[in-house]
């Protein structure tokens, strides 16, 4: 249950913490009191938007904290999640909010996401404020309800959802591959061209940058050629006089008459390695020249292949011959899966006849499911209405097939309402009063309480619209849900707040220019004169008080004690 809520810094709120108990709780006070801003703190700790303008003080964050004792649906998730340890027996929710927007969500003082937060809460509150009357009208939010009623097949909506996305997937895939289709033959030449344009072209890799060197030697040949003479002259071929080639032979001849000698045989060593290097100096010097003695016409033939590769490169959006053969590939792919298109829609076709006949069969199953929930909560909610002083209503949850299959299945939910004999059923949300409304939300959701087994109830202001013998049996269901559940009410009336078993009150004041909301749980004697006010106003008369006490006694069985007639 819920244990204590603290609030800091937010909105009109200082500073509060409030405390609750088990049973029936009840915060009442003035309109604008403050009863709604408490509400909305607890809304914000379990995850709920928040606004900047929610902040009081805005030199410091807002904090809004609840804790809950655990039960065990949500002490298995806290494990499954890392958030608790096996000895803990409390959670405790914080959001913490700083100017300008930012804020962290905790849960056991662990930085969580609001998504987890949103996953978690739902196992320990439920929370009905004045405007998700409207949402529960709704036939996508009774569809959702009566989902929440398959304990044993909640995995059917998903693997019906699952199943339709991936049905929807497969018809777009077919979609688009027929429509491929038709343009198939006007793309296939043309890939057929381009395929064969770059294939006729022989490109190899590394061509292109050899060919760019053979340019730039074919265009300095000249100046090469006469290099390798010069050198040639130097070392070997002198007519005139010795070259260096003579003259290390001759080296080596006087280093081979003195040999005998330690100094001179490795001399001669030495200077025959030079000798030996020369030669085949001289042997790759005379096979360069012979490289660089390009025939006539070579040059011509080098640029045409040079400019080839350049407008395939500019064509096809390449930097290098390399990526030009890559692009072959991809074209070559593509051709190939242009090809095998029809082979891939024929494919297509199977597996969505597999894929309809197996959402058919799961969203009939599901649709099975939801008939008996619908049923089962139809009468349930119909035994609470009756005793909400409604004897004439009829009440029914209607399955029935949806215009198309969709995400949810093949059926549509409506809550069927006819609350006068004779009057046709039809959807509550057409039908039926504010205090119809007011009533059959407090039936449903005493009806899905005992299913979902929710440790904590919050009702804001459910009573609204509701008076008389309604109100009066209203007051009993709500005292008889409270003795199964925690209920948390935000109430105006008298004869609901007196069957509280916490009674807290909210006041507003105004102290030294700055508004103030304080929050205090009552005695008996200060619950009587609560209800005393609730009943004729602040300047409420004995007889007044006397009708609260009484009400407190009937209602409760509680008697004054001496202490608190002092």
Do not use: W
């Amino acid at each position: 249950m819920l244990r204590e809520i603290y609030i800091d810094n937010f909105v009109l709120i200082d500073n509060l913490r409030l405390e609750f108990s088990a049973g029936l709780n009840v915060l009442s006070g003035e309109t604008g009191a403050g009863k709604s801003i408490v509400i909305d703190a607890l809304n914000v700790a379990l995850g709920e938007r928040i606004n900047a303008e929610s902040i009081k003080d805005k030199n410091k964050k807002a904090v809004a904290e609840v804790i809950f004792d655990l039960p065990d649906k949500a002490a298995d998730f806290l494990r499954a999640s890392g958030l608790m340890n096996d000895d803990d027996t409390e959670v405790i929710f914080r959001r913490e909010i700083a100017d300008g927007g930012k804020h962290v969500q905790r849960i056991n003082n662990r930085g969580v996401n609001l998504s987890l937060v949103k996953e978690l809460a739902p196992l320990l509150l439920d929370m009905h404020l004045q405007h998700d009357s409207l949402r529960l009208l709704k036939t996508e939010r009774q569809l959702e309800i009566i989902d929440g009623l398959l304990p044993q097949d909640k995995e059917l909506p998903k693997k019906v959802k699952e199943l339709y996305r991936n049905l929807r997937a497969l018809q777009k895939e077919l979609r688009e591959a027929r429509e491929h289709e038709q343009n198939k033959r006007e793309q296939a030449e043309f890939l057929e061209r381009q395929i064969n344009e770059i294939k006729n072209a022989q490109l190899q890799a590394g061509e292109e940058s050899e060919l760019l060197a053979l340019k730039a030697r074919i265009g300095g040949a000249h100046k090469l050629l006469a290099a390798a003479d010069k050198i040639r002259h130097y070392l070997y071929q002198n007519p005139s006089q010795n070259t260096a080639y003579d003259l290390i032979a001759s080296s080596l001849e006087t280093a081979q008459s003195v040999s005998e000698d330690e100094f001179y045989s490795i001399l001669h060593n030495d200077i025959q390695d030079i000798y030996f290097n020369l030669q085949d100096l001289m042997e790759r010097l005379s096979s360069f020249q012979e490289q660089i003695e390009f025939e006539p016409g070579l040059l011509e033939e080098v640029e045409e292949r040079l400019f080839l590769f350049q407008r395939l490169k500019k064509r096809y959006g390449c930097d290098s011959i390399e990526e030009v053969m890559d692009c072959l590939a991809r074209l070559e792919t593509e051709k190939n899966e242009l090809d095998h298109k029809q082979l891939l829609i024929d494919e297509l076709l199977r597996n969505i006849s597999v894929q309809t006949e197996e959402l058919n069969n799961a969203a009939r199953i599901l649709s099975d499911a939801r008939k008996k929930a619908a049923s089962t909560l139809g009468k349930k909610v119909s035994g609470h209405l009756k005793e909400l002083n409604l004897p004439h209503l009829r009440f029914t949850v209607e399955v029935s097939p949806a215009a198309e299959m969709n995400q949810s299945g093949q059926d549509q939910v409506a809550f069927m309402f006819s609350a006068n004999p004779g009057e046709k059923m039809q959807p509550i949300v057409q039908v039926a009063s504010g205090g119809e409304v007011s009533r059959f939300v407090l039936a449903l959701k005493t009806s899905l309480a005992q299913t979902y087994n929710v440790p904590t109830m919050v009702f804001d202001e459910i009573d609204a619209g509701v008076g008389g013998t309604s109100l009066a049996a209203m007051a009993l269901k709500i005292a008889d849900l409270a003795q199964y559940h925690q209920v948390i009410l935000v109430t105006h009336s008298p004869q609901i707040a007196c069957y509280a078993d916490h009674h807290l009150l909210i006041t507003k004041a105004v102290k030294e220019g700055t508004t103030e909301i304080k929050v205090r749980a009552l005695n008996y004697e200060e619950r009587a004169a609560e209800l005393a006010r609730m009943l004729g106003g602040e300047k409420y008369t004995p007889l007044t008080l006397q009708h609260a006490r009484e009400m407190l006694s009937q209602k409760t069985g509680a008697q004054p004690s001496s202490e608190s007639m002092r």
